[in-house]
Nanobody, 113 residues
């Protein structure tokens, strides 16, 4: 099982980024996927999830700004992040609920002017 995040970087406040998580080694279309983040000195924060039927869930802190989606033909889950704020600075990680759960290595997002 492998999960590889990409799309992070440095962005100004108010800007947007789209993160991708490419999955392999398991049945992606049958697995729920999620995104979480870890800011410096803080714990892991769950952000959003998407079930295999496309049902989506969001933390209140990102609802209305972040959109999760998936492309089963590409075995990829996305996180579109809009109106980014400095407090969104963190390492963003994707997770599959396959078996006991697998995590990617993360991608850094820095929001700063």
């Amino acid at each position: 099982v492998q999960l590889v995040e990409s799309g992070g970087g440095l962005v100004k406040p108010g800007g947007s980024l789209r993160l991708s998580c490419a999955a392999s080694g398991f049945s992606f279309s049958n697995s729920a996927m999620s995104w979480s983040r870890q800011a410096p000195g803080k714990g892991l924060q769950w952000l959003s999830g998407i079930r295999n039927d496309g049902t989506t869930y969001y933390a209140d802190s990102v609802k209305g700004r972040f959109v999760i989606s998936r492309d089963n033909s590409k075995n990829t889950v996305y996180l579109q992040m809009n109106n980014l704020k400095p407090e969104d600075t963190a390492v963003y990680l994707c997770r599959s609920d396959y078996e006991s759960g697998y995590w990617g290595q993360g991608t850094q997002v820095t929001v700063s002017s």
